[in-house]
């Protein structure tokens, strides 16, 4: 029996708002039919249906749907590397190709051996930080409008716990 791999999630604010001004949020993801080409315009009518029916039992403010085409299980349990922490990241930095507006995004347990001696960048050069920016940049769009480009400024190493 294969798993489903495709998900809606539907987020709803509360009235309550957190400390840092953000409401209080509660989420909901349901498994849905597998999303091809051929169907996902007649998921999507099924989907907003399915959201209209669900404002009208809450009353919450809706805070975002996301709906997820091929969601891929990845291999459960942890790492097998001892220096695969989450705290260390590579924060990305980029840009629309178009109106220039930056963006940033960070990816946990940073490969830390491939920093060149006395920076925290990665040299975008490199074998693997090229194939890395060719590919962020073939899939990535603009956070501003999705038929912009991206352009990946830098990749720098930071520690954080978020």
Not at 73 to 83: A, D, I, R
Not at 103 to 110: E, L, R
């Amino acid at each position: 029996m294969a798993l489903p791999v495709s998900f809606y999630t539907h987020t709803i604010a509360d009235n309550t708002l957190k400390k840092n001004g953000e409401p209080e949020t509660t989420s909901t993801e349901v498994a849905i039919t597998t999303l091809t080409a051929a169907n996902v315009v007649a998921q999507q009518t099924l989907i907003n249906d399915l959201a209209v029916a669900i404002a009208g039992i809450t009353l919450g403010q809706v805070n975002k749907d996301t709906v997820v085409l091929n969601r891929i299980p990845g291999v459960p349990g942890p790492s097998t590397n001892p220096l695969a922490q989450r705290e260390n990241k590579y924060l990305v930095r980029y840009h629309d190709a178009t109106t220039y507006q930056k963006m940033s995004v960070s990816y946990g347990t940073a490969d830390l051996s491939l920093l060149t001696n006395n920076s925290e960048f990665l040299d975008l050069s490199g074998t693997e930080a090229a194939a890395f920016v060719t590919a962020f940049e073939a899939v990535v769009k603009s956070n501003y409008d999705p038929t912009h480009a991206v352009v990946v400024d830098s990749i720098q190493f930071v520690g954080r716990n978020s």
